[in-house]
């Protein structure tokens, strides 16, 4: 019966489920706000070379938000929203770590395990199983960003080994581009959310080099 089905079945292909656009009106809002700041660059310009001339530096400032938002709007639409969980993820953790709780004054989920409604806190003081803990997590990375709290393995620290272990493992385990490090944590995000900042960036560097190109030939026009 299972061949029968999957003979059935085999023509059908299951697309992975793409994120929505962010749409038109937030794309005129994006249009719009980079319209500010390069409106703001050519008024300073039209002052520094036109001081008499305040009209055009009240219309540079004006009309250029709404120029950029009509203009860069539609195109911003396109882009896609990064997958983000719509429910708390704090649930789903503490019911997959339930089975290393190990009593009160010692490692907990209740408390040792917290949530912003987007990212995972998890502390792994006062356990005597974190990479056990660290394994049992790392595959829920890939829904959500979960940060692991592991001090900064000075000597002073609770635990100065910690850090150390955990950031072995997770080396080890995880792709460089989906780790962060801060002094007294290691976060490791999803791979929906690397592209879209990735994304971003790539929008930032390109208005960052065409914006003195606009500047330039606005400064021949207006000396």
């Known amino acids: ?70 203009v860069l709007g ?10 983000l969980p719509t429910e708390d ?16 004054g010692r490692w907990r989920v209740l408390s040792h395990v917290r949530s912003d409604g987007r990212t995972v806190r998890l502390d792994l003081h006062n356990s005597s199983q974190p990479l056990a803990i660290v394994a049992a997590t790392l595959p829920l990375t ?3 960003p979960i940060r692991y709290i592991v001090g900064r393995g000075e000597a002073r620290s609770r635990d100065p080994a910690l850090r150390s272990k955990v950031l ?23 791979t929906s959310i690397l592209e879209h900042m990735e994304a971003t960036h790539r929008m930032h560097r390109r208005l960052f080099y065409l914006l003195p190109i606009i500047l330039f030939f606005a400064w021949l026009e207006l000396r």
């Not at 539609?74 to 997958?83: D, G, V």
């Open 89 to 104: 993820p704090l649930a789903d953790v503490r019911e997959v770590l339930a089975e290393f709780n190990e009593g009160q």
């Open 142 to 144: 890939q829904r959500f």
């Open 1 to 70: 019966m299972n061949t029968l089905q999957d003979k059935e079945l085999g023509g059908i292909t299951m697309e992975p489920t793409l994120p929505p656009r962010i749409g038109l009106r937030t794309g005129i809002q994006a249009g719009g706000f980079i319209g500010l700041f390069l409106g703001f660059s050519l008024a300073v310009l039209s002052a520094l070379t036109q001081p008499e001339n305040l009209i055009q530096l009240v219309q540079l400032m004006c009309l250029t938000p709404v120029g950029t938002a009509m």
């Open 168 to 190: 072995n493992h997770i080396e080890q385990q995880v792709e460089l581009h989906r780790r962060r490090r801060t002094s007294s944590a290691v976060e490791v995000l999803p």
């Open 74 to 83: 539609p195109f911003l639409a396109w882009r896609r929203a990064p997958a």
